[in-house]
């Protein structure tokens, strides 16, 4: 009896071990997600999406008046009606990744730099060369609109002096 008893604590105790690890790893790939009713509001700080998925979700506009940053990997999911606007455009550094899905659209500028890109790189931080940006669907306008008549950074891609 006393063997049966250590060999079912012993399989109760890798039970319990094995469904600690399950949880942990699933606690792992969970990402945040992020929804933003759009009915038109302006966010006027500087913002940072870290590994996440961020759902632009309503029937309008939300306004982001300074410079969007991505960290790590993060989807940008465009609701159907919607529209984001980046006034100072979207930061995608070197090593990071943004995937732009939905139907919505994205409107981004370089706001006063003529060195950002609008979607990528940003040279005014010292992180010329952009990172991964695939888009899977949206309506997407990206506009330099420096203060000079000619611009150095890529519409999509690298600011001045970047690749990507």
């Known amino acids: 009896m006393t063997n049966h008893l250590i060999h079912s604590l012993r399989s109760l105790r890798l039970g319990l071990a094995l469904i600690f690890t399950l949880l942990m790893a699933a606690t792992s790939l969970a990402e ?3 929804n933003i009713e759009a009915m038109g509001q302006t966010i006027n700080k500087e913002t940072t999406w870290e ?3 961020v759902n632009i979700i309503g029937n309008g506009t939300v306004t982001f008046s300074r410079r969007i940053y991505i960290r790590g990997s993060v989807t940008l999911n465009l609701g159907a009606q919607t529209t984001l606007d980046a006034q100072n455009g979207i930061g995608v550094h070197d090593g990071h990744s943004l995937t732009i899905t939905g139907e919505g659209n994205l409107n981004t500028r370089s706001g006063s730099s003529n060195e950002n890109s609008p979607l990528g790189g940003s040279k005014g931080n010292g992180i010329a060369n952009a990172g991964s940006i695939t888009i899977l669907g949206g309506n997407i306008t990206a506009i330099n609109t420096g203060s000079l008549s000619y611009y150095f950074g890529a ?3 690298g600011a001045e002096l970047g690749s990507g």
């Open 32 to 34: 945040d997600v992020i």
């Open 155 to 157: 519409a999509i891609g």
């Open 51 to 53: 590994n996440c998925s």
